[in-house]
C-alpha cells in the first residue's frame, strides 16, 4: 500500500545540538504536512509544503521538499527542551485524496 | 486548544463490548478525519467524512464504523472490542474536502480494552 516511511524512529540530543528527521515517498507526492505532537498531546500542524523543492523556515525549523516530490525534512537547529516531542510527516498521494503519515520521530533533549 | 473537541476522554471495556466516540470539528470545518494511534503503529488513518458523506476510508476493520450528522459531529462506532483495539483515537478537522487544507486535531480519547 501507500507508505510513507520516517527515519529516525528516535533521537536523543543534548541542548544546543541540531536534529533531522527524513521523510520518504515510494510514490510521488502532491504535497506534505508535518504535525508536532508533544508528549501527553495530541498532533499539531506545523507547515505544508507544495512545491518542487521548497524551503521554509519557522525560526529554528527548517523544512524542504525534494525536487522530485518523494521526499522532505525537517531540520531543527540548536534545539531546545521545548522541541521535545514526536514529529510527523504526512503525504498526500499525488492521485489519491489521503494524507499518510509517516510513523514519526521522537525527539528528546536533554539539558 | 484546537477547537475540536473528543468525548469521553478516557473510556475502559471489556472484551466483546462495544462502544461509541464523539468528536465535534471546529467550527466552520466540513470535513472529519478519525485515526487511531497506538505504541507499535503510529497514526493510522481510518476514516474521513465531508460534510456527512464518507469520502475516504483507511484501515478500518469492519467492526469499526462512524457517520457524520447534519450538525457536522462525528461518532465512531467500535464493536465487538478485542485487546489490541486498545489505543488512543483522534478525530481532526479540516475546513474542505481535499489534501491542501491542514487538520486541527482533537485531544482525543483513549479506549483500554480488559
Known amino acids: 500500500g501507500q507508505q510513507v516511511m520516517q527515519i529516525p524512529q528516535y533521537q536523543h540530543v543534548q541542548e544546543g545540538e541540531d536534529f533531522t528527521t527524513y521523510c520518504n515517498s515510494s510514490?510521488?507526492?502532491?504535497?506534505i504536512q508535518w504535525y508536532k505532537q508533544r508528549p501527553g498531546g495530541h498532533p499539531v500542524f506545523l507547515i505544508q509544503l507544495v512545491k518542487s523543492g521548497e524551503v521554509k523556515k519557522q525560526k529554528r525549523l527548517t523544512f524542504q521538499f525534494g525536487e522530485a516530490k518523494k521526499n522532505s525534512s525537517l531540520h531543527i537547529t540548536a534545539t531546545q527542551t521545548t522541541d521535545v516531542g514526536t514529529y510527523f510527516c504526512?503525504?498526500?498521494?499525488?492521485?489519491?485524496?489521503?494524507?499518510?503519515f509517516g510513523a514519526g520521530t521522537i525527539l528528546r533533549v536533554k539539558s | 486548544d484546537s477547537g475540536v473537541t473528543q468525548t469521553p476522554k478516557h473510556l475502559i471495556t471489556a472484551t466483546g463490548q462495544r462502544v461509541t466516540l464523539r468528536c465535534s470539528p471546529r467550527?466552520?470545518?466540513?470535513?472529519v478525519y478519525w485515526y487511531q494511534q497506538s505504541l507499535d503503529q503510529g497514526l493510522q488513518f481510518l476514516i474521513q467524512?465531508?460534510?456527512?458523506?464518507?469520502?475516504a476510508k483507511g484501515n478500518i476493520l469492519e467492526r469499526f464504523s462512524a457517520q457524520q450528522f447534519p450538525d457536522l459531529h462525528s461518532e465512531l462506532n467500535l464493536s465487538s472490542l478485542e485487546l489490541g483495539d486498545s489505543a488512543l483515537y483522534f478525530c481532526?478537522?479540516?475546513?474542505?474536502?481535499?489534501?491542501?487544507?491542514?487538520?486541527?486535531f482533537g485531544p482525543g480519547t483513549r479506549l483500554t480494552v480488559t
Open positions: 504526512a503525504g498526500n498521494m499525488e492521485y489519491g485524496n489521503k494524507l499518510v
Open positions: 481532526a478537522s479540516s475546513v474542505g474536502d481535499g489534501r491542501i487544507y491542514e487538520q486541527y
Open positions: 467550527s466552520g470545518d466540513l470535513s
Open positions: 510514490t510521488t507526492l502532491s504535497n
Open positions: 467524512y465531508y460534510n456527512g458523506e464518507e469520502r
